[in-house]
């Protein structure tokens, strides 16, 4: 906790981890250093994570802690392993293919205000992660991207968005009430989006349909394919894996496009059919 590589992570993430640090301290806190270089620590460790097996992402959560406390170990030569590379998490569940349809965002939009919805249409059609929407400022928009230091590396890296026509004409109409795009029915940054969300989310009856926010970032995925970006420009743009966009994209758009070509050779068969008869 004293060194610079957990100084230096976000409020966020310190704030998720410190219950698990204390949980780490309590099970393996007497263990000496050495005792996590045996190839048996690892069983102890399933059998500590285990505790939480009825709330899986929890549960990998503290294995993912766990798992930073001992490459920080093998960084400062106090390991020559990390016991926790190599286990599998217990939570599978794969989101990447999942989108907003039209008629999902429609239904958001007839009972959301319209903070909400922009919040939700600019998602949609940026693939912006949740911590980015909400710290972009109008300074992070360009003549042709938005340019943004992403959370998630803790501002070394950047995400850079085309803006495309849809985007830019949703930035049109969007008030500049606040150096942040994103902002609140008082004209200030978000505080609390996610009560305001759920809320929306559970008046348009979407709750039931198990769609989340960072879903909206699959959306955005078949917005950017339909706008024309390759695969490998959309999986640059989301951070994403090529097989991953591949895999969303035959799902979503490529499926359509093929069974609108067997819907016209049909019927340009029975039309044929009907001449000749």
């Known amino acids: 906790e004293a060194s610079d590589e957990y100084k230096g992570l976000a409020k966020t993430t310190k704030r998720v981890w410190s219950p698990w640090l204390n949980h780490i301290r309590d099970e393996f806190g007497k263990l000496s250093i050495r005792?996590?270089?045996?190839?048996?620590?690892r069983v102890d460790i399933k059998r500590w994570r285990g505790k939480w097996k009825d709330r899986?992402?929890?549960a990998d959560t503290g294995k993912q802690v766990l798992s930073r406390i001992c490459a920080f170990a093998v960084s400062e030569g106090a390991l020559t392993i990390n016991p926790c590379e190599g286990l599998?998490?217990?939570?599978?569940?794969?989101?990447?293919d999942i989108i907003w349809t039209d008629d999902d965002m429609?239904?958001?939009?007839?009972?959301?205000s319209a903070e909400v919805a922009n919040a939700a249409k600019l998602a949609s059609?940026?693939?912006?992660?949740?911590?980015?929407?909400f710290k972009f400022s109008w300074s992070h928009v360009g003549s042709n991207a938005i340019e943004i230091k992403t959370s998630k590396s803790r501002g070394k890296r950047g995400a850079v968005v085309p803006i495309t026509d849809a985007i830019r004409k949703l930035l049109e109409t969007i008030p500049r009430r606040s150096?942040?795009?994103?902002?609140?029915?008082?004209?200030?940054?978000?505080?609390?989006?996610?009560?305001s969300w759920n809320k929306v989310m559970k008046d348009a009856g979407l709750n039931k349909r198990d769609l989340h926010f960072h879903d909206l970032r699959g959306t955005a995925a078949t917005n950017f394919f339909t706008?024309?970006?390759t695969i490998r420009e959309i999986a640059e743009t989301l951070a994403w894996s090529e097989e991953r966009v591949e895999?969303?994209?035959?799902?979503?758009?490529k499926r359509d496009e093929i069974l609108q070509d067997r819907i016209r050779r049909m019927d340009a068969a029975a039309a044929s059919i009907s001449a000749i008869s």
């Open 56 to 58: 899986p992402r929890a």
């Open 88 to 96: 599998p998490n217990l939570y599978q569940n794969d989101r990447s």
């Open 247 to 253: 895999r969303l994209i035959d799902r979503y758009v």
């Open 35 to 41: 005792q996590f270089d045996r190839p048996k620590i």
């Open 125 to 133: 059609l940026s693939g912006l992660r949740y911590s980015d929407l």
């Open 227 to 229: 706008a024309g970006f």
């Open 179 to 195: 150096t942040a795009v994103l902002t609140n029915s008082d004209g200030k940054p978000w505080k609390g989006f996610s009560s």
């Open 106 to 112: 429609a239904a958001l939009c007839k009972y959301a």
